[in-house]
């Protein structure tokens, strides 16, 4: 098992940059692909939505649409950390943040076994 530990949120205006870590411990997170989702103000768990995903050695990604020229994932397996970089923050990405692991997954179809506790990210007009 791995646990997962995201840091990094805040309140930023729009425009602006926030970078967002996801640390591993037990299992390396080479072990696993890694995806970032995120649960807009007022829906349930079942509407988070992966807007980043991340292969085992960090050679593949996949992005939703909306946030694909815009965040940047990226992984250092030897610190055992993920990173989303997100810049142009738009009002619209305001969320919650989880960092997720998969075992066996797809990058494309990410069905996360782990879970973080997630971190607020608030994008101000």
């Known amino acids: 098992q791995v646990q997962l530990a995201e840091s990094g949120g805040g309140l930023v205006q729009a425009g602006g940059s926030l970078r967002l870590s996801c640390a591993a411990s037990g299992r390396t997170v080479s072990s696993y692909v890694i995806g970032w989702f995120r649960q807009a103000p007022g829906k349930d768990r079942k509407d988070r939505e992966c807007?980043?995903?991340?292969?085992?050695?960090?050679?593949?990604?996949n992005y939703v649409d909306s946030v694909k020229d815009r965040f940047t994932i990226t992984r250092d397996n030897v610190k055992n950390t993920v990173v989303l970089q997100m810049n142009n923050l738009k009002p619209e990405d305001t969320a919650v943040y989880y960092c997720?692991?998969?075992?066996?997954?797809?990058?494309?179809?990410?069905?996360?076994?782990?879970w973080g506790q997630g971190t607020q990210v608030t994008v101000s007009s």
């Open positions: 997720a692991a998969s075992v066996g997954s797809s990058i494309t179809k990410i069905r996360p076994e782990y």
């Open positions: 807007v980043a995903a991340i292969s085992r050695g960090g050679t593949m990604t």
